[in-house]
């Protein structure tokens, strides 16, 4: 028996399947797909989802292997310490209770002794309110006219989640009938051009800012926050700062300092992480501003439908759990570094940068959670674009060039219809006609022996081989309501959880965000003193001494 400290890789249940990756090697998803009680074994329905993923490089003996590694890594006991808000965030001395943040009223969350779940309602009800005066009206600015705009400044974490929320609800019927006469916009990068673009077209009268930041400390937050404050200010002077700018934060010391009424704050917690927080008032807040707090209540709801199905489903039909023991599987075993996140939907456009930075920040580690160096790799490249769009841009090295297992994610009815008299399909069936066609195309593959039947000249036969056997999975949704993408968020969370999880590491920790920022401080106070004083560059290697120089020399020309 494994001690709290052995590594998964030193389990019996993790050796077995090194062992089995042999078996699986010898099989080709061509026959593995021609066994239908294989495949149904392979898909599951819940709360109107559908998960195929028959076409993994596994077969049922494989999905019990992985079962096996789940006890093995103690997952159960592990998902039920992060719901009992146990400190799992060892490096950081915190709970991760995301789940919290989406929990029905009467729902008892603790942690530290303390049901979180009054608290979190508290600051919901507050959105909800300030939400109905700006949209109303009944809240104006400065010069009493009211606030059709929300530019929501804020990045990683207090900007990716928001913004795959907005982005897909924005041709959801219902939220675009709730957000008619009102834009949300999103400023995360420091670069000016950012800004500028953001600003563009908008009146200070009718904006407000709504600064996101966990901390309250990021550089580029900061600095972002205060040109908008200059923004605003310039023209309608200092106190109208008080009617166009409010916060999102875990620091209301911070907020109020940088002079927001601390009245107009909204809390959230410490046992939130930045990439888990879009269901705290850091997605609630902007997203009630645009669409009103009903709709984004039914976000809230689909995400704890999963959280539920989460904590009580037994492994085998637990769907983040599954997912996370297959990218395991592909990962570590199969030696597949890559995922593909390929959504059939333009609404999605915005899931994947999303998921890149739940999956790799949270996943991207080297040591265990004990500080044990991992003989093993964790996390993976997740990377994705909406079909079809991608179609036309990178699957030539999906289908022929290196395995990347895939995840292709679907919708049964599309937001916003079109069927054109005389189309064979409709324009969503043309869509889907790819997602279903997709998969099969790179499991099955085309050989040499079809060509050949095809009458394919010889020498365009390797070239037009498709060797297949490459991992895909599907998920299928009804639509792509508000409820839906709180589903699809909270699958992907908790997915991401379970790989950490079985790999030993901390999911919740970020340290390796820290050396660059530490190093650009340097740099930061190197060019104010070589811009004011003059002063020589000290301290920086010959490259970037070379590259400051060029800099300087043009910028102070
Ligand atoms: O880039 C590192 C990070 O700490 C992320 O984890 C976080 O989401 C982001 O910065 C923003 O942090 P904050 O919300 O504190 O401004």
Not at 219 to 242: C, D, H, K, Q
Not at 483 to 509: C, K, M, P, T
């Amino acid at each position: 028996m494994a001690s709290s400290t052995a590594l998964i890789c030193e389990t019996a249940a993790w050796n077995d399947l090194k062992g089995h990756v042999e078996d699986i090697k010898k099989t080709h998803l061509r026959d593995l797909m021609s066994d239908a009680n294989r495949c149904q074994q392979m898909m599951l329905e819940f709360d109107g989802l559908l998960l195929d993923y028959s076409r993994q490089c596994a077969t049922v003996e494989t999905m019990n292997k992985l079962l096996n590694l789940a006890k093995a890594a103690k997952l159960t006991e592990k998902i039920s310490r992060m719901y009992n808000g146990e400190h799992i965030n060892s490096t950081e001395n915190r709970s991760v209770l995301h789940v919290a943040l989406r929990a029905p009223k009467d729902a008892v969350i603790k942690t530290d002794g303390k049901n979180v779940v009054p608290e979190v309602w508290s600051v919901l009800d507050k959105i909800k309110e300030f939400s109905e005066k700006i949209r109303s009206g009944s809240w104006v600015g400065a010069t009493g006219k009211p606030l059709k705009d929300v530019i929501a400044v804020g990045i990683g974490g207090s900007f990716l989640g928001p913004l795959f929320v907005h982005t897909t609800l924005q041709t959801d019927p219902e939220a675009v009938e709730c957000a008619k006469g009102r834009q949300l916009r999103f400023l995360a990068n420091i670069d000016p051009v950012d800004v500028a673009r953001n600003v563009n077209g908008l009146n200070p009268e009718t904006t407000l800012v709504v600064v996101v930041s966990k901390t309250f400390t990021t550089a580029e937050t900061m600095l972002n926050a205060r040109t908008l404050r200059e923004w605003i200010t310039t023209s309608l002077g200092a106190p109208a700062v008080a009617k166009h700018m409010v916060a999102v934060s875990t620091n209301l010391a911070l907020v109020e300092k940088f002079g927001i009424d601390p009245n107009n704050a909204f809390a959230f917690w410490d046992w939130v992480g930045g990439r888990y927080s879009v269901c705290s008032a850091v997605g609630v807040l902007p997203l009630s501003l645009q669409y009103g707090f009903s709709v984004v209540e039914k976000f809230l709801k689909g995400a704890s439908s999963i959280d539920q199905h989460f904590q009580s489903t037994p492994f085998e039909k637990n769907i983040p759990v599954l997912l996370g023991l297959l990218s395991v599987w592909n990962v570590s075993f199969l030696g597949y570094s890559a995922r593909a996140i390929l959504p059939y939907s333009q609404a999605l456009e915005k899931f994947a940068p999303h998921i890149q930075q739940v999956s790799m920040e949270s996943n991207g580690k080297g040591v265990s959670i004990d500080g044990l160096p991992l003989p093993f790799e964790t996390g993976e490249i997740d990377f994705g674009e909406p079909g079809t769009n991608g179609q036309h841009s990178f699957y030539q090295l999906i289908h022929q060039g290196r395995v990347i297992p895939c995840d292709f994610i679907g919708t049964v009815k599309s937001q916003q219809p079109v069927y054109l008299k005389g189309e064979v399909v409709n324009n969503h069936d043309e869509l889907m006609s790819n997602f279903f066609a997709q998969p099969d195309a790179l499991a099955y593959g085309k050989t040499p022996e079809q060509l050949q039947r095809e009458n394919v000249s010889e020498n365009l036969i390797p070239h037009k081989t498709f060797s297949g056997n490459r991992p895909s999975l599907s998920l299928l949704l009804p639509e792509l309501s508000a409820y839906n993408v709180g589903q699809l968020l909270a699958i992907y969370e908790h997915r991401v959880a379970v790989q950490g999880f079985v790999w030993g590491i901390n999911s919740f920790d970020q340290w390796g965000v820290e050396l660059g920022k530490v190093l650009a401080t340097q740099v930061r106070k190197q060019l104010h003193s070589s811009r004011t004083q003059g002063t020589a560059l000290e301290g920086f290697n010959f490259s970037t001494t070379t590259l400051l120089k060029r800099y300087l020399e043009v910028i102070m020309s």
